[in-house]
């Protein structure tokens, strides 16, 4: 199977700050990597799929990169709707989630 | 406009079963592959099960293999799991979720439903 571990699991950061959410893979997944945001006691939403690849519809403060093992979410400016869960998905075998990066009021 | 809409949840004793329905709308279900997603009470994303586009092939995680079977009646629009077996460890909300490729499988997820909240417990 194919671990996704995700840092930090919890970020405190304020309006206007850059973010990065970092994902490793346990071993290679080329660019088949999706991020998704979610908020308390809703589903998830899809922001960025094949690493970096924009959603239609997400704005574009959000932004992914990487490609192997190592994979980045940064959001340019952290903006009040942003405060929310994110997780990261392989889907080169089976599909495994990362555990989740908190973000929330500093 | 794209929706997934599940039901059928509810509290269930250990060893009981219940089945999940995905009623979908503003797509053509026989067109998309469709996953069962859930998330345990404060816990993370785990994924459970993939059903193809006409329902002949599927995949289950280990932790459900031989007790939980997704099905599909694209006919009526509608995906479903059946979980027999239920575990304390089952209790989750499930989601449902569509693959965007249309016929095939790009491999995320770019709609899903609302949940549906699954308790196991005696």
């Known amino acids: 199977d194919i671990q996704m571990t995700q840092s930090p699991s919890t970020l405190s950061a304020s309006v206007g700050d850059r973010v990065t959410i970092t994902c490793r893979a346990s071993q290679s997944i080329s660019k088949w990597l999706a991020w998704y945001q979610q908020k308390p006691g809703k589903a998830p939403k899809l922001l960025i799929y094949?690493?970096?690849s924009l959603q239609s519809g997400v704005p574009s403060r959000f932004s992914g990169s990487g490609s192997g093992t190592e994979f980045t979410l940064t959001i340019s400016s952290l903006q009040p709707d942003d405060f929310a869960t994110y997780y990261c998905q392989q889907y080169t075998i089976y599909w495994t989630f990362g555990r989740g990066t908190k973000v929330e009021v500093k | 406009e794209v929706q997934l809409v599940e039901s059928g949840g509810g509290l269930v004793q250990p060893g009981g079963s219940l089945r999940l329905s995905c009623a979908v709308s503003?797509?053509?279900?026989?067109?998309?592959?469709m996953h069962w997603v859930r998330q345990a009470p404060g816990k993370g994303l785990v994924w459970v099960s993939r059903?193809?586009?006409?329902?002949?092939?599927?995949y289950y995680a280990d932790s459900v293999k031989g007790r939980f079977t997704i099905s599909r009646d694209n006919a009526k629009n509608t995906l479903y799991l059946q979980m027999n077996s239920l575990r304390v460890e089952d209790t989750a909300v499930y989601y449902c979720?569509?693959?965007?490729?249309?016929?095939?499988?790009?491999?995320?997820?770019?709609?899903w439903g609302q949940g549906a909240l699954v308790t196991v417990s005696s």
């Open positions: 979720a569509r693959d965007p490729a249309v016929g095939a499988t790009n491999g995320y997820f770019d709609y």
């Open positions: 503003g797509f053509t279900l026989s067109s998309y592959w």
């Open positions: 094949e690493a970096s």
């Open positions: 059903s193809n586009s006409d329902g002949r092939t599927t």
